[in-house]
């Protein structure tokens, strides 16, 4: 069997996507194409390196569909190199165009606005499940986007299924977004009991109407570590945030260890984010921090995200630590292929085969882009095994054996309630 042989056996295998912010097929978010195949390619990572006049261009959505496509092209002659750039021209060849120029945009234009839910779905016919972190992210409304989910509970397709955000639930900086989460809880909240009670409430709740986990971005966006619980001081910084002072740091993670408090007593799975921070793309100072957060909460699977890109050693110290830590690979194999290949190596060699689930698409679309990042996925996967074959260091069997644990059976176990 050479590689291409094991590549088509790999794309045989059953899917379960863990990470993707959409909860129907027809979910666009009000892109045009031009901002579509900006947006799902990732190229808007790489703004702050692109002439501001293009940026502009492309975010205001009150420019036309062919001044956003000729910002397009200009950001991707700049960026065409990166993984994020090649990731675009496999998206255009799959609306059908073999050259993303100027002469392409009509042929673009109408395969995108004739795209239906159902030739959206086909697009994927492997991916049996996807867990969709929609209900409480920025993307969805955030903490006002729960309550929106239990007032009208979306009916959604039997193969998505939704996890819920916590992190509007207790990374509140001041009195605005105290006021959001009595909104959406429907009782004030005067005291950290209040603010306890009043999550506890929203959790049970969205678990009645089906959501099979949670996730907290609250590390993506801090570098420094996560404090341990100090109730006294808590106290005292909530009583200066109701006179109007910005939340203190004490206050912020005592409240973070009191939701996680509440999910271990649920049975789902939590998933977190790890890596870079957004605001800084400084490598995330916190693991150690969230293995004390895993040790603490041992009844809580934890999920995971993004491999802890860039920093591997520590996200392996975590794995190796925690039992119930697993490693998630959603997005790092259309970011970085040497990356996501050293990480596949070092799972095989020194991880138990049901700690790791490799694919999520992480894109803001269903179908295209998603079948794009799984065909990116596993084409690495195929190269990574068959040198492990080649080295026989695995077989072809246990090659996919692995594989169909990692796509399917691992993330299926994860997000089944205990």
Sequence with gaps: MDRFDL????????????????????????????????QNSYLNLFATFYPHE???????????????????????????HTANGRFLHDLVKRFGVDMLDEG?????????????????????????????????????????????????PPELPESIKVILCVTPLHCIHGLAEL???EYVSGQPISS????????????????????????????????????????????????AMLRGDKAGKVLLDTMLYKVFGIINETGLAAAIHTGFSIETCESALYMRSVIDL??????????????????MEDYLIALKSCPNAYANCAIIPTVDEEFFTQFLRQAVDTLLISRVSLFGGDRHCPGEPVACALDITLDHLSKAFYELITRSTISVSAALDI???????????????K
């Excluded at 295998?13 to 194409?33: A, C, R, S």
């Excluded at 492997?126 to 929609?134: F, V």
């Excluded at 594989?403 to 089944?416: E, S």
């Design 104 to 152: 392409s945009f009509e042929q673009l234009n109408c395969y995108f606005n004739a795209r239906t839910p159902q030739s959206i779905e086909v697009n994927t016919p492997t991916i049996k499940t996807t867990i969709a972190n929609s209900l409480g992210h920025p993307l969805f409304g955030y903490c006002r986007g729960i309550k929106t989910f239990l007032d009208s």
């Design 403 to 417: 594989a169909g644990q990692w796509l399917y059976d691992n993330p299926k176990q994860i997000y089944t309630r």
């Design 294 to 311: 895993m040790k603490t909460y041992t009844n809580t699977r934890f999920d995971l995200l993004h491999i802890n890109y860039p920093k």
């Design 179 to 181: 006021s959001d989460l």
């Design 192 to 239: 950290l009991e209040d603010w306890e009670h009043c999550v506890r409430d929203i959790i049970y709740r969205c678990i009645s109407l089906g959501i099979v986990g949670f996730k907290d971005i609250y590390m993506f966006f801090r570098t420094f570590s996560i404090d341990k619980p100090d109730e006294s001081i808590a106290k005292n910084q909530f009583s």
């Design 54 to 80: 293009l940026v502009d261009i492309i975010n205001d959505s009150e420019k036309s569909p062919v001044q956003h496509f000729n910002a397009l092209l200009e950001i991707e002659r700049i960026a065409r």
């Design 7 to 38: 590549l088509e056996r790999l794309k045989e295998l059953p899917v379960i996507d863990m990470h993707e912010h959409f909860q129907t097929y027809e979910d666009t978010h009000g892109y045009n194409m031009p901002r579509f195949l900006y």
